[in-house]
Each structure stands twice: as C-alpha cells, then as structure tokens.
C-alpha cells in the first residue's frame, strides 16, 4: 500500500514504524475472514483492512471522527488477523498507535472516559479486582439476573509445589486471571514440577500492561512494563530459563515488550532480552519431554 504519512510523523519511531507496517499490507483482504467483529457486524470497517484504512488516513492527516475511534475501539485486539495475513502485517502494533494517535486528537463523552478510566484502574490490580468481586458477591442477589450472571464467584486458592528445583521458570501471574482463575497456575506449578521445574513468581512483577496498553494509556503501559523487567531483571541473571505466561493476550504484549522501548536506550536491551524469554504455556509444554 502507497502512503503519505507527514515528514513530522516519519521522523518519530512511531510514524517510521507504522509507516512500514502500512506498505506491507496489500489490501487483499485474507485477514477479513479471521476477524470476529468483522464477521459479527459485517461492516468493512470493523474489520482489518477496513481499520487499517482508516489509521492510514488519520496519520496521514485526514480528519478523524468519533466514527474512526469507534471503529478502532470495536478492535478486541485478538490479532486473529494477523494468523491470516500473506503479507506478515504487523496489525496489533498498528492498531496500537492508531488508538494512541485518535486518542491524542479525539476527546471522549465523561461516561466513556470514566469507564475507562476504572477498567485501567481496577482490571491490572489484583487487590481491587477482589475486594471488587467480594463486594459483587454480596451485592449479588440483589441485582438483576442477568447482571448476576456476570459476577465470577472467587475460587479458593490451589496449593502451589514448595519443593526447590534446579530448573526455574518465572510465571506472570499478577495479573486478573491471577484473581478469577487461580487454579490455572496453580496447576501449571505442578505439572512442571513433575519434569522438575520449579515455577517461581516475582512478587514486584505486576500486570504485563495490555490493559493500558489496549485502552491508549502508553505512559501508563510503560511504566508497568518497566516495573516488571525490572522485577524479572535479577531473576534472569540467576538463571531463570523462561517466563511463562498461562493468559495467551499477556504472552503476545510480553514477547512485544521491546517494541515500547525503541526511544528508550536504559530499557530498550533488557526489554529485547526479557521479550525473547517469553513462552506461552502452550509453548512450554511442547519442549516438555511428554513420554514420560
Ligand atoms: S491479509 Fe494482510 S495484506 Fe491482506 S488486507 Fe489483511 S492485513 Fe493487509
Ligand atoms: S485484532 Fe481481532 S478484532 Fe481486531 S481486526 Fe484483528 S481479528 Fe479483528
């Protein structure tokens, strides 16, 4: 795809990376296919092409709307595009700067703003995620059926293997899974204890920053992301083999984390090597010796 993104915006590392990532696309329209808003709604512009369309247009300076917000926010940001794409499309990079972007030049209603705003400030914190919930639960049968539907009941936490191994392996565990479905990890520690792997959590680690991320918060992204490696850091100098992560749309932002630190020099190595230890669990089980 030919674009004329402004020379301003070429100059930024932002606009040199959208700016590839739009010449790669090809229009062909593959990615439509995987995409569920776009099968969903039908409308070409929830749908990939028709989004990143309309992100080329916005960077290279056409007036955007609340339409064009809309349509990016409708983004789940599943990447299933990208399983389909010939052209190796970088969309969920692209949809990123295209949100930080709109975010930057279209204000939002106060409702919008402030639901938002409670997502990014109650989803990444385990803590407030369930006193949350706690309080749902015994708000619970006073609301509506449907609305109680909605509320997870807490699962008592799982025991978690104590044993010492040889073989460590970090797990992000800090973020809401680690609240709704603890059991998950739980029972990831003790499988990979059976191949005498121990499983280990870092207690300064928190959220891997999607939440923020996803919702056009960047400052806010980094600074989680930030706080991670640097809470992963002395860990992996200690010979930790991997960190795992057992919510697959953590794995993906983490193995991306030094995308977000392209203009920043202090971070911009460790990011690249924390990023490139990253497995998702379905990763790690395939090096698994499973005969055994
Ligand atoms: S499949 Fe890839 S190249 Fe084709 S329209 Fe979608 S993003 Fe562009
Ligand atoms: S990330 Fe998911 S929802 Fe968004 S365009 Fe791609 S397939 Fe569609």
């Known amino acids: ?19 590839r990532i739009l010449r790669n696309c090809v229009h062909c329209g593959f990615c439509t ?19 990143i369309y309309l992100i080329k247009q916005m960077l ?26 010939p052209s190796g499309v970088e969309y969920g990079r692209l949809v990123d700067i295209g949100r930080e972007f709109i975010e930057e030049k279209i204000d939002r209603p106060l409702t919008d703003k402030i639901k938002r705003l409670l997502l990014r400030k109650i989803i990444p914190h385990p803590f407030r995620l369930r006193v949350l919930l706690r309080l749902a639960g015994l708000g619970k049968p006073l609301l509506p059926a449907k ?38 990890d739980a029972a990831t520690a003790r499988v990979l204890e059976r191949f005498q792997i121990q ?15 996803h919702l056009a918060a960047s400052d806010d992204a980094r600074l989680q992301m930030r706080a991670n490696i640097d809470a992963w850091w002395p860990y992996l100098n200690e ?42 669990i379905s990763e790690l089980i395939e090096q698994l010796p499973l005969q055994r």
Not at 6 to 12: D, F, K, N, Q, S
Not at 33 to 51: H, I
Not at 75 to 84: D, G, Y
Not at 201 to 212: D, M, P
């Open 1 to 19: 795809m030919q674009t004329e993104l402004p020379a301003a915006l070429l100059a930024t590392k932002r606009g040199q990376q959208a700016n």
């Open 33 to 51: 296919a995987t995409c569920p808003t776009y099968q969903l709604l039908g409308d070409e512009l929830d749908g990939p092409r028709g989004r």
């Open 60 to 85: 290279e300076g056409e007036t955007v709307s609340q339409r064009t917000q809309l349509h990016l926010d409708r983004c789940l940001t599943c990447r299933a595009c990208e399983s389909t794409c």
């Open 147 to 184: 609305l109680q539907q909605k509320i997870p009941s807490l699962p008592a936490s799982q025991p978690w293997p104590t044993q010492q191994q040889s073989r460590k392996i970090l797990i992000l565990d800090t973020c809401a899974q680690s609240v709704i479905h603890p059991q998950i």
């Open 199 to 213: 499983l280990i959590r870092a207690s300064q680690s928190g959220c891997c920053g999607a939440v923020n991320q």
């Open 239 to 280: 010979g930790v083999e991997a960190i795992v992560a057992t919510a697959s749309g953590c794995g993906v932002h983490m193995k991306e984390y030094h995308h977000y630190f392209e203009d920043d020099p202090e971070y911009l190595e460790k990011a690249r090597l924390i990023s490139a230890k990253v497995l998702d």
